[in-house]
């Protein structure tokens, strides 16, 4: 089954503590990218991948790193947390950033950061 | 900066009932729209995908529009059920330059009452 999958799904941490969440699709899609989701804020995306090797920043970088050394895996990295980065985390995917490609979504990543 | 709104940002309609949902965005450079469906605590469903050469999309009892003359895209769902109860995004690709991003819209909490 063509999937979008996210580990873990939730994830409850203190302020400090470095943490991965991951990412991996099974559809050998080009693009990768990675939005937080907030109520009254909408989803926004903080780092994207055109390819491998390949990543910028989006709207809200600060505070997250991620890497994209193999096509299907592209993981968000937060190295010192901090409450503000309570959040739903999701991953999406599409066959290039171009104009006629669907992006397909994970189930999302709920972080709380005490 | 492209903004894209949705418009109502609620609405509660009987079962049966035919309704539009409005999206509008500032910037026509908008290279294509997607619509999706989120229900609560999961993830993104796509829906619909409006490339930009095209003005409509169909998908069973649902029908997305895009006009970027005007700067806007509706969908329409037809004969409503309880079970298209969701919030439901629009969201336009900003391509090319330095940005290769969606950028989404507020949202409609769609409540279909039986």
């Known amino acids: 089954e063509a999937q979008v999958t996210q580990n873990p799904r939730y994830l409850i941490t203190v302020t400090g503590k470095k943490l991965t969440v991951t990412c991996s699709q099974n559809?050998?899609?080009?693009?990768m990218s990675w939005y937080r989701q907030d109520p009254g804020l909408g989803l926004r995306q903080i780092y994207y991948s055109m390819n491998v090797e390949v990543t910028d920043k989006g709207d809200v970088p600060e505070g997250y790193k991620v890497s994209r050394k193999e096509k299907r895996n592209f993981p968000l990295i937060l190295e010192s947390p901090s409450p503000n980065q309570t959040s739903l985390y999701f991953c999406?995917?599409?066959?290039?950033?171009?104009?006629?490609?669907?992006?397909?979504f994970g189930p999302g990543t709920r972080l709380t950061v005490t | 900066k492209q903004e894209v709104t949705q418009i109502p940002a609620a609405l509660s309609v009987p079962e049966g009932e035919n309704l539009v949902l409005n999206c509008s965005f500032t910037?026509?450079?908008?290279?294509?729209l997607q619509w999706f469906r989120q229900d609560p605590g999961k993830g993104l469903t796509s829906l619909l995908l409006i490339q930009s050469s095209q003005r409509e999309q169909t998908s069973g009892r649902l029908n997305a529009s895009l006009d970027k003359s005007s700067g806007r895209s509706t969908l329409y769902i037809a004969a409503s059920q309880p079970g298209d109860s969701a919030t439901y995004l629009c969201a336009g690709w900003n391509y090319g330059g330095a940005t290769n991003k969606l950028i989404f819209g507020t949202g409609t909490l769609l409540a279909v009452q039986p």
């Open positions: 910037d026509s450079a908008i290279y294509n």
């Open positions: 559809m050998n899609h080009e693009y």
């Open positions: 999406a995917s599409s066959l290039s950033p171009g104009i006629s490609y669907e992006q397909y």
